[in-house]
């Protein structure tokens, strides 16, 4: 398990790929939940909590403690112990860098990106989101390979990238989600940036969601941070087939100017982790 991002905030955004949350049987959860654009994503969840300590402030809520538990890894998916349904959920997750004025964000800088499994649990009546999304040690995962962002805006080098996903099982590799362009995301580019800021700044302990700021703030504002954007469409295989152990999962970001996704599954049958214009997450089941 790398130990590269321990000093970074961990977020993820929900709702932000069509049809997403409906596969995922998670509509319910945000029924509640209303936002001022209808293709606006639901809200932001904490996957992970560096350095937290209660903070001298009113807070609305404490977080669970297994937040603060470091979940990422590059190479191994832990099952948890309980007997629960365990999705991959592929992404793209962006490294961005934070600045503050007067206890809010000011600004988010994405420097790179990368593939990235927002794994979760598939459980009805969970409180928050959180409490699907980090169950302890490797119950995320992100890919060694970073790919620098030139400009994260259209004409930017995320325009020529595309991500898809695969589940191995009895050595059969077969598509988990479906293979699309990044641009497809809902909200991205400056959109997605500004939407992320006010959000944080902004989101209460309603529903599924929850107090950011308050967490930010007993973090001691972390000035870097790992969001992952949202989980793309499922493929019908996808959808209805969870994880076991011995598994093996792909999640690949390419450079789709350059590589066909015939291409993408022969660099995964060779075993070819580290082309240029690639970013491959592999892990293995345990």
């Known amino acids: ?50 350095f937290y300590t209660p903070s001298t402030h009113t807070t609305t809520r404490v977080p669970k403690k297994i937040l603060t538990i470091y979940p990422l890894s590059s190479d191994t998916l832990q099952l948890p112990k309980a007997d629960v349904n365990i999705q991959i959920e592929p992404e793209v997750v962006l490294i961005c860098e934070i600045c503050y004025t007067d206890d809010k964000v000011e600004s988010i800088t994405p420097t790179h990106f990368a593939a990235y499994n ?9 409180e928050k989101i959180s409490d699907k999304k980090n169950w302890g ?14 400009k994260f805006k259209e004409s930017g080098v995320m325009d020529n990238y595309s991500i898809c996903s695969f589940l191995k099982r009895d050595n059969l590799l077969t598509p988990y989600g479906e293979n699309v362009m990044l641009n497809g995301y809902n909200y991205f580019y400056s959109k997605l940036t500004k939407w992320i800021k006010n959000q944080i700044n902004t989101q209460e302990n309603f529903g599924p969601l929850e107090p950011l700021s308050e967490y930010i703030d007993a973090c001691n504002y972390p000035s870097k941070m790992l969001i992952s954007i949202g989980a ?6 996808g959808e209805t087939t969870f994880l076991k152990e011995n598994d093996e999962i792909f999640v690949v970001v390419y450079k789709h100017k350059i590589y066909s ?19 491959i997450l592999h892990q293995k089941v345990i």
């Open 261 to 279: 996704f015939e291409d993408v599954i022969a660099t995964i049958n060779d075993n070819e982790y580290l082309k240029k214009g690639m970013s």
């Open 118 to 126: 927002d794994c979760s649990i598939r459980v009805s009546g969970a």
């Open 232 to 237: 793309t469409r499922y493929t019908e295989y």
């Open 1 to 50: 398990m790398s130990s590269k991002y321990k000093n970074y905030l961990g977020l993820g955004i929900a709702g932000n790929f069509a049809l997403h949350l409906a596969q995922a049987g998670e509509l319910e959860d945000f029924k509640d939940v209303i936002t001022a654009d209808e293709a606006a994503p639901k809200g932001i969840f904490p996957f992970y909590l560096p």
């Open 137 to 150: 040690a490797n119950s995320k995962g992100i890919s060694p390979t970073l790919i620098p962002i030139d």
